[in-house]
């Protein structure tokens, strides 16, 4: 009785948003016209969620950063999202699902709306109108693009941002999507990879990785014997803030890619997994970094939370609820140890973006070939049911072919592009600018003109002593 009180207002609701489609020929409502009408407000919904999930990244990577660079670094984020919006609009969003062959999409280009479903066959029967499903996966690639810039942060020009942006959207998250849900060769092999595990998170968090590589540390991060220095955030407020949004957005992310709230309400179920996940992932990087460092650290259970999210976007709807369990909590583990040894290696990521999205990425293509239910993957119809479960290493064996596949073609590919690039324009403001923060040297004024002028104020002012020697 509930469910269908339920199911009623939400047909009242998307009536309601989508007039246009509430009505049949003869002026009757349909059941399909009503189903329509559910699965779009649905997808419209999810869409949004993740769409806010760039607010959840500007106070995450702002809080992350320090003081002088905060303003630059969420602008940037709006900056990115400006750029996703229009290159996937002309590209990416062709690339990624147009009709084509094994590698890429190579029709619909310059998106002209639902009536261009002629040159998307892969959405031609899934009951959501074209236009949605183009803001929803707009909404997926803009999270990659976010996770790549943020291996950036710190000492990167903007105009990096905006050619690697257009590049990144328009070529190399394209490609990775349509391999695996295009139509491509990954998902004709039946990898599982439900809301991006890999396609999202790994793909971004290898860009990020190459990024960092060839940015090179921030001035100071490292004393001349290679041990690291402790560059902590100006406000860890702003970063669990970020981290709360992130989470509820991530409710978009994985249970809106059931696409519709009918049938089973199996939407329901993937928001399940996903939560026990985020909050084991929680639990466990706290209790790890408490063992570990003696205190509890606040920005290692956040990191944990979001790669327990990572690492359960690929396997939230192929696994028991137990299983999330275990997936988040490992997850949250692994970044824990990931992060210290890439930031012992010399490898400066302010932002964890390799540890938190990269790393966690693999283990949640890893885990779905471990966990995946005989049920489940029926449910879902794709692959087969993991090694556990008497699946032998036949799902798994894709799993780790598409996370190697995708490895290599983005590390290769941004390797390729932010190394041209570093050549012809150079990839990283002056010393003078860094020191002085990307706020003021990058747009001229800051993102806490209050503070950072009292903060000069009192830097000025500040004498050396007879006894000082230069």
């Not at 991530?250 to 199996?266: E, H, K, M, Q, Y």
């Amino acid at each position: 009785m509930k469910k269908k009180w339920l199911y009623g207002m939400l047909a009242a609701i998307g009536a309601f948003a989508f007039p246009v489609s509430a009505f049949a020929a003869e002026g009757e409502v349909t059941t399909a016209v009503l189903e329509l009408g559910l699965n779009s407000l649905f997808v419209f919904v999810a869409a949004m969620l993740v769409f806010f999930m760039q607010a959840g990244f500007a106070l995450l990577e702002a809080g992350t950063v320090r003081m002088k660079n905060a303003g630059h670094v969420a602008g940037k984020t709006v900056l990115t999202l400006g750029i996703t919006v229009i290159v996937w609009w002309a590209l990416g969003f062709a690339f990624a699902f147009g009709d084509g062959n094994s590698f890429l999409g190579t029709t619909g280009f310059l998106f002209g709306g639902d009536s261009a479903i002629g040159s998307f066959s892969v959405f031609s029967e899934i009951g959501v109108p074209l236009n949605l499903m183009f803001l929803f996966q707009m909404a997926f690639a803009a999270v990659s693009l976010a996770i790549a810039c943020g291996g950036m942060a710190e000492r990167a020009k903007l105009s990096v941002y905006i050619v690697f942006g257009v590049l990144f959207v328009g070529l190399i998250y394209p490609i990775v999507a349509h391999w695996v849900w295009g139509g491509g060769w990954l998902g004709a092999l039946g990898m599982q990879d439900y809301a991006g595990s890999t396609v999202v998170h790994l793909t971004g968090a290898t860009a990020a990785l190459v990024a960092t590589i060839l940015l090179k540390p921030r001035l100071g991060k490292y004393n001349k014997d290679g041990k690291p220095n402790s560059i902590p955030g100006h406000n860890q407020v702003l970063t669990v803030l970020g981290v709360i949004i992130l989470w509820i957005g991530w409710f978009g992310f994985n249970p809106g890619s059931a696409l519709t709230p009918l049938g089973d309400g199996f939407f329901g179920y993937v928001l399940a997994t996903t939560n026990l996940a985020a909050a084991a992932g929680a639990v466990a990087a706290l209790l790890i970094s408490w063992a570990v460092m003696g205190k509890s650290d606040i920005p290692s259970m956040l990191n944990g939370v979001l790669a327990a999210l990572v690492a359960i976007t690929g396997s939230c709807a192929f696994v028991d609820a137990w299983a999330s369990i275990v997936i988040g909590a490992v997850a949250g583990v692994l970044t824990f140890f990931t992060a210290r040894w890439f930031e012992r290696a010399g490898i400066d990521d302010p932002i964890y973006a390799f540890s938190v999205h990269g790393i966690a990425g693999v283990w949640g293509a890893i885990s779905t070939g471990l966990f995946a239910t005989p049920e489940l993957a029926e449910t879902t119809g794709v692959g087969t049911a993991g090694l556990f479960y008497g699946g032998g290493f036949g799902q798994l064996g894709v799993q780790l072919l598409g996370v190697i596949g995708t490895f290599a073609f983005v590390l290769a590919v941004s390797f390729i592009i932010l190394g041209g690039m570093k050549v012809l324009m150079g990839l990283r403001v002056t010393e003078e600018e860094e020191m002085m923060g990307l706020d003021i040297s990058e747009h001229g004024t800051y993102g806490y003109p209050e503070q950072m002028s009292l903060l000069q104020q009192e830097t000025s002012s500040v004498k050396p002593s007879a006894n000082h020697v230069s």
